[in-house]
């Protein structure tokens, strides 16, 4: 599957952005699609994810009560609603897709298991 992200873009802290990943095929009910982030001189992390059932998200802690992957994502189409967004949510971020179902959560927090990426999208908050 091929992915591409959007949305990025300069924002004032406090504000949002909505990213949107969106896909070569149908992901729902296939695919794990995950979001990651990665700023400069620091490894990819795990921002979030939604299963590919579409009934289970998580989130990192960091973003835990300001992003959302929001329950109108299309069938190949998954969106990150961004609120309140600090200074240090700056970064590329990445929207990615594995076909591995019936994992525990930590594996879908590791990037290295997912098999397709997107080329990236900035995200610049300023102070």
């Known amino acids: 599957v091929q992915l591409v992200e959007s949305g990025g873009g300069l924002v004032q802290a406090g504000g949002s952005l909505r990213l949107s990943c969106t896909a070569s095929?149908?992901?729902?009910?296939?695919?794990?699609i995950g979001w990651f982030r990665q700023a400069p001189r620091k490894d990819r992390e795990f921002v979030a994810r939604?299963?590919?059932?579409?009934?289970?998200?998580a989130y990192a802690d960091s973003v835990m009560g300001r992003f959302t992957i929001p329950g109108d994502n299309a069938a190949n189409t998954v969106y990150l609603q961004m609120n309140d967004l600090r200074h240090e949510d700056t970064g590329v971020y990445y929207c990615?897709?594995?076909?591995?179902?019936?994992?525990?959560?930590?594996?879908?927090?590791?990037?290295?298991?997912?098999?397709?990426w997107g080329q990236g999208t900035q995200v610049t908050v300023s102070l």
């Open positions: 939604i299963r590919w059932d579409g009934r289970g998200t």
């Open positions: 095929e149908r992901t729902f009910g296939t695919y794990t």
């Open positions: 990615a897709a594995v076909h591995v179902k019936g994992r525990g959560d930590a594996y879908y927090e590791q990037p290295t298991n997912y098999d397709s």
